[in-house]
C-alpha cells in the first residue's frame, strides 16, 4: 500500500495572532480524527501557521483504509431458507439490497443462533474520499472568539478563505471549502513573493514556501525574530527587555520575520515611569523596549514583516506613532497627578462593579473592612494593618483616572504609581501596585505582606459576591473568572500560615448586608458559603493536582476540610500535610496502615448503622485479650506523639509515629473479633478502632488513599 505524506494549507485573509495557534492545534485534531475514525495508519503531525495560512503536514499517511474481510449477516436461518433449503424472498431482497446474490450466503453459527452470512471484503477506501467526505463540516465546527461571513453570507470562518493546498505526496487530494476548490497553487509573501506558485510536492513545501518569503514554522519564525531583536538593541547599546508573551505575538503578525530599532525624545524616559511607557510601546506598538546600563532607553525595538528598510520608511512610521502616543500617556500622567489618588475616591461611585453587586465605591468600604479582619487575623502590628487598611480604601481609586482610560492593562500600577507619587508610604504603594497579582497560574505573588493581604480580601469579596448572585461556575462557564479569581486566593492564602480560609469565608460573606457596604444578600451569601468554601478546596486540589499530587492524597489532606463542619481551611498547613504524606506514603508500614484505616473506617460506619454506642477511650478496662490491650498501649503511645510532631507543624514526624501502629493493628485484626457478642466488650474494641481512626486522620485522612492490592 502507498504511503506519503499529507500536506493540507488553508489560505486565508489576516488572522488576528491571538488566534493562530489554538486554530492550527484544532486543524490538526480533526484531520487526525478523520484519519483515526477511518483507520487509516499515519505519522507524527506537524501544524503551522502565519497570519494568511494554518497549515498541518502529517508524515506517512496511508493511502487507502485497510483490507479486510467483514461478516455480513442477513436475516436468521428459518426466515431465509424454506423447508426444501431455497432462498426464501427475504434472503434474496437482503441480497439484492447489498449488491450480492443469494448463494453467496450460508448459514453462520452466532451467539444469537444461526443466520444467514456472507463474507465480504470491506475497506480500501481512498484517502482522498475519507478527506473529501468528512473535511467540509469538520472544518465548519471549528470556533473562533470571532468569526466573519463573507460572499454570499453563507460561509463562517475566523476569515475568508481564499485558496486550499492538498496534497499526498505529490497529489491533489480533491476538497471543497466554502466554494474554493483545492490544487498545488500557494501565495507566498506579500511583497518579496507575491503571486501564486505551484508546490511540487508535500515533503517540499515548507522550502518552498521559504523561497518565496514566508517562514511557515512559527518556533523557527520567533527564534530569528528574538535573535534580530537582540542583535539590533546591543548595535545601539543597550540591552533588550524580554517580554515571552510579546515575543510569542510579534513572530505571528509577520510571515517573514525581520526586525527594526526606532528612536523616540529623550526626555519621555524622564518624564514618564517606566511601566507607563513600556505598556504604551507594547500596547500601541508591539514594541519592546531597550535597556542600557542606567535605566531604559530612548529607543524601541519592533517586530516587521520583512528582512530590510533601505528608505526607512517603515522606521519612521513606527517612530511616527510611537512619538505621538508617548505623548498622549505624557499627557494623562500630568493630569493625574494633578489631584491626589484619595481624591478619586468619591467618583467610584458611579463606576458599576456589578449589577447585583453594586459600585466599586461599596467592593472598595467591603475590601477595606475584609483587609482589616485578614491583618487582624495574621497578627499584623497595629502601623502595618492600617496599612493594608489605606491601601484597600486607595486600591480601585486609579479607575476613574485618565492614564487606566487608555491604558487598562495598567490598573492597580498605576494606583500605585500615583500613591508613590502622593507621598503615601511605600508599603501602601506597593500593595496598590501588587493588587492584580496573581492574574495566572504562572504570576508571581505580590513583594509585600501588606500587597498578599489585599490580593486576598480583593478575591474574597469577589468570589462571595459571585457566589451569592448566582455566579458560580457550572461546567465550562465561568461568566466572572472565578475560577481564576479561586486559584489566585488560594496561592495568596498559601503565603499566610495563619490564616483560616473558612472564617475568612464567612466574614467576607457578612460583609453583603446592605447599606453603604452595597446590596444586602446576607441571606444568599450565608446560603452559598459552604459551596463556595467547597469550590476553594477544589481549587487548592487543582494547584496540588499542578505540583504532582496523586488524586487521593489530595483527597486525603482536604478530608480534614470537607468532611467536618465548621473545620477550618489554612492552605498552608494543609500543603505541608500534604507534602509530608507525599513524603511518606512510600513507606510499607504507611501503605499497609492505610489499607487498615480503610477496613477501621468500615467497621465504624456499619456500627454506627446498627447503633452501637462506643466513644473513643470509653470501656477499654474490660479489654483481655494480648493483642488488643498491646494495641491499647501502642495507641496511647502514638497520641502523645502524633499530637506534639502536629504541634509542631513537623507532619513527616507525626505520620512516622502513626505508622509505628501497623503491627499491632495488623495483629488485632488476625487474632481478635470486634463484634463480640458481649456488648460490653463489643463497645471496648469499637472504641479502641476508633482511636485507631482518629489517629490515622491525625495529619491526612489515610482511608481515602489507594492502596494496590
Not at 444461526?114 to 477506501?125: D, K, M, N
Amino acid at each position: 500500500m502507498k504511503t506519503a505524506d499529507l500536506l493540507i494549507e488553508l489560505g486565508t485573509e489576516e488572522i488576528p495572532a491571538r488566534m493562530l495557534p489554538g486554530a492550527a492545534a484544532d486543524l490538526e485534531a480533526l484531520v487526525l480524527e478523520l484519519l483515526d475514525r477511518a483507520g487509516l495508519p499515519h505519522g507524527p503531525a506537524r501544524r503551522f501557521w502565519t497570519p494568511r495560512r494554518l497549515a498541518l503536514r502529517v508524515d506517512a499517511v496511508a493511502g487507502a483504509t485497510p483490507a479486510r474481510q467483514e461478516l455480513l449477516l442477513g436475516p436468521p436461518a428459518a426466515a431465509a431458507w424454506d423447508a426444501a433449503g431455497q432462498p426464501t424472498k427475504a434472503l434474496e431482497g437482503f441480497a439484492r439490497k447489498t449488491g450480492r446474490d443469494a448463494a453467496a450466503f450460508a448459514r453462520v453459527e452466532t451467539p444469537k443462533g444461526v443466520y444467514a452470512g456472507a463474507t465480504v471484503a470491506a475497506g480500501g477506501e481512498p484517502l482522498a474520499a475519507v478527506l473529501s467526505a468528512g473535511f467540509a463540516p469538520a472544518v465548519g465546527r471549528m470556533t473562533f472568539a470571532k468569526m466573519m461571513r463573507w460572499g454570499d453570507g453563507v460561509a463562517r470562518f475566523v476569515r475568508p478563505v481564499h485558496w486550499i493546498v492538498a496534497l499526498f505526496g505529490d497529489e491533489i487530494v480533491p476538497l471543497e471549502l466554502f466554494g474554493v476548490v483545492s490544487g498545488r497553487a500557494s501565495r507566498g509573501h506579500r511583497v518579496l513573493g507575491p503571486g501564486p506558485f505551484e508546490v511540487p510536492d508535500a515533503a517540499s513545501w515548507e522550502p518552498t514556501l521559504e523561497r518565496h518569503g514566508v517562514v511557515v514554522d512559527a518556533a523557527a519564525r520567533r527564534a530569528r525574530l528574538a535573535a534580530q531583536l537582540v542583535a539590533l538593541s546591543a548595535a545601539q547599546g543597550g540591552a533588550l527587555v524580554e517580554d515571552e508573551g510579546l515575543l510569542d505575538e510579534s513572530a505571528d503578525i509577520v510571515e517573514f520575520p525581520g526586525a527594526q530599532v526606532g528612536r523616540f525624545e529623550p526626555h519621555f524616559v524622564k518624564d514618564l515611569p517606566a511601566e507607563v511607557l513600556g505598556s504604551c510601546l507594547k500596547t500601541h506598538q508591539k514594541g519592546f523596549c531597550v535597556r542600557g546600563t542606567d535605566g531604559l532607553l530612548p529607543l524601541f525595538a519592533v517586530a516587521v514583516n520583512r528582512p530590510d528598510d533601505p528608505e526607512g520608511h517603515v522606521r519612521r512610521g513606527h517612530e511616527w506613532v510611537v512619538s505621538g502616543r508617548l505623548e498622549d500617556a505624557l499627557f494623562f500622567w500630568k493630569e493625574d497627578r494633578r489631584q491626589p489618588l484619595a481624591a478619586r475616591g468619591a467618583r467610584l461611585e458611579g463606576i458599576v462593579f456589578q449589577r447585583e453587586l453594586g459600585t466599586y465605591a461599596a467592593k472598595t468600604r467591603r475590601v477595606a473592612r475584609l483587609a482589616a479582619a485578614l491583618a487582624g487575623a495574621a497578627g499584623l502590628e497595629a502601623d502595618a494593618a492600617a496599612a493594608v487598611e489605606r491601601a484597600a480604601v486607595l486600591s480601585r481609586c486609579d479607575l476613574p483616572t485618565g492614564l487606566v482610560g487608555e491604558f487598562p492593562e495598567l490598573q492597580g500600577i498605576c494606583g500605585g504609581l500615583l500613591a508613590r507619587a502622593d507621598g503615601e508610604p511605600e508599603e501602601v504603594a506597593r500593595a496598590i501596585y501588587d493588587l492584580y497579582l496573581p492574574s495566572g497560574p504562572d504570576d508571581p505573588l505580590p513583594a509585600t505582606r501588606a500587597g498578599r493581604l489585599l490580593g486576598l480580601a480583593d478575591r474574597l469579596d469577589t468570589l462571595a459576591g459571585g457566589f451569592a448572585a448566582g455566579l458560580a461556575p457550572t461546567g465550562s462557564s465561568d461568566p466572572f473568572a472565578l475560577r481564576r479569581t479561586g486559584m489566585g486566593a488560594i496561592r495568596l492564602a498559601l503565603s499566610e500560615p495563619s490564616i483560616d480560609l473558612a472564617a475568612a469565608v464567612r466574614e467576607a460573606a457578612a460583609g453583603y448586608r446592605g447599606g453603604e457596604t452595597g446590596p444586602d444578600l446576607t441571606e444568599r451569601a450565608g446560603q452559598t458559603t459552604p459551596a463556595l468554601l467547597g469550590f476553594l478546596v477544589e481549587r487548592f486540589g487543582v494547584l496540588a493536582e499542578r505540583d504532582g499530587a496523586r488524586y487521593d492524597e489530595i483527597a486525603a489532606a482536604a478530608a480534614l476540610v470537607g468532611g467536618v463542619a465548621g473545620a477550618p481551611f489554612r492552605p498552608a498547613d494543609l500543603w505541608q500535610r500534604l507534602a509530608a504524606l507525599r513524603a511518606f506514603r512510600e513507606s510499607d508500614d504507611f501503605l499497609a496502615l492505610a489499607a487498615a484505616a480503610k477496613r477501621v473506617r468500615n467497621i465504624l460506619a456499619q456500627a454506627d448503622e446498627r447503633g452501637d454506642g462506643y466513644a473513643a477511650g470509653e470501656g477499654e478496662a474490660a479489654l483481655r485479650e494480648p493483642e488488643e490491650v498491646r494495641l491499647a498501649a501502642a495507641i496511647g503511645v502514638a497520641e502523645r506523639e502524633l499530637t506534639a510532631a502536629a504541634a509542631a507543624g513537623d507532619y513527616e514526624r507525626a505520620l512516622a509515629h502513626v505508622a509505628r501502629l501497623r503491627p499491632d493493628v495488623d495483629l488485632f485484626f488476625d487474632r481478635i473479633l470486634v463484634m463480640d457478642k458481649d456488648p460490653a466488650l463489643r463497645r471496648a474494641r469499637l472504641s479502641l478502632l476508633h482511636r485507631v481512626a482518629r489517629a490515622t486522620h491525625g495529619v491526612v485522612d489515610m482511608a481515602e488513599l489507594v492502596v494496590a492490592g
